[in-house]
């Protein structure tokens, strides 16, 4: 009988995983945008950056297990998620992230934004993921705008320069008022016009 009393208290003493009390919940939850905020997705090909979020607790830890929902607009600019959905539901990994993998861009060009709601053991949070969906076509355009401003500085540096030197030229004395050639480029009488390289 004695033994028995002592086995029993030693298997009372040992922590058993049901026996064991659970995870203190969190106070307040924090969703921290990771990635995907301020992406410009491409229509033309139907790509679009992931949104991450990382979920963490008043102390800044992450949270694993949490449960966050990523929804989108269900008119205007947006997409959707696999099969047609506007909605993902994904459970936070060991260090706390959720990804809305399969994410792709609708027809719709302009702003939007991916509405994320966050919930563990009945605390919740919510943010907002801004991204915008836009043609290539229209990003190379202004891609081109931006090459051919840099063109206009670099041909009117070179231009400068080049009439810089055809005054040193003059006032020394050498007769020669003609300014040293830069190779590819050509200065002419005439309306001029400048343009992206070909």
Same mark, same amino acid.
């Given at each position: 009988? %004695? ?23 969190? %106070?307040? &939850?924090? &969703? ?7 992406? @410009? ?62 994410? %792709? ?41 931006? @090459? ?6 670099? &041909? ?41 390289? %070909?």
């Amino acid at each position: 009988m %004695r033994r028995l009393s002592v086995l029993l208290a030693v298997l009372i003493a040992l922590p058993f995983p049901g026996l064991m009390p659970a995870q203190d919940a969190p %106070r307040q &939850l924090n &969703l921290v945008i990771v990635e995907g905020d301020g992406a @410009i997705n491409n229509i033309r090909q139907r790509t679009a950056r992931a949104p991450i979020v990382q979920v963490e607790d008043e102390n800044h830890k992450p949270v694993a297990g949490a449960v966050v929902v990523f929804a989108l607009p269900s008119e205007g600019a947006g997409g959707t998620f696999a099969e047609g959905a506007r909605t993902l539901t994904v459970i936070t990994d060991n260090q706390g992230r959720a990804v809305a993998t399969g994410l %792709r861009p609708n027809g719709v060009s302009g702003q939007f934004q991916i509405h994320v709601t966050a919930s563990y053991r009945g605390s919740t949070a919510n943010t907002q993921i801004g991204q915008t969906n836009a043609a290539a076509a229209g990003a190379g355009a202004a891609a081109g705008a931006g @090459i051919s401003t840099k063109l206009i500085i670099i &041909l009117a540096a070179v231009a400068g320069a080049a009439a810089g030197g055809a005054i040193i030229a003059t006032r020394s004395g050498s007769g020669n008022a003609s300014p040293p050639p830069v190779p590819g480029v050509t200065i002419a009488p005439g309306t001029g016009t400048v343009g992206p390289p %070909r």
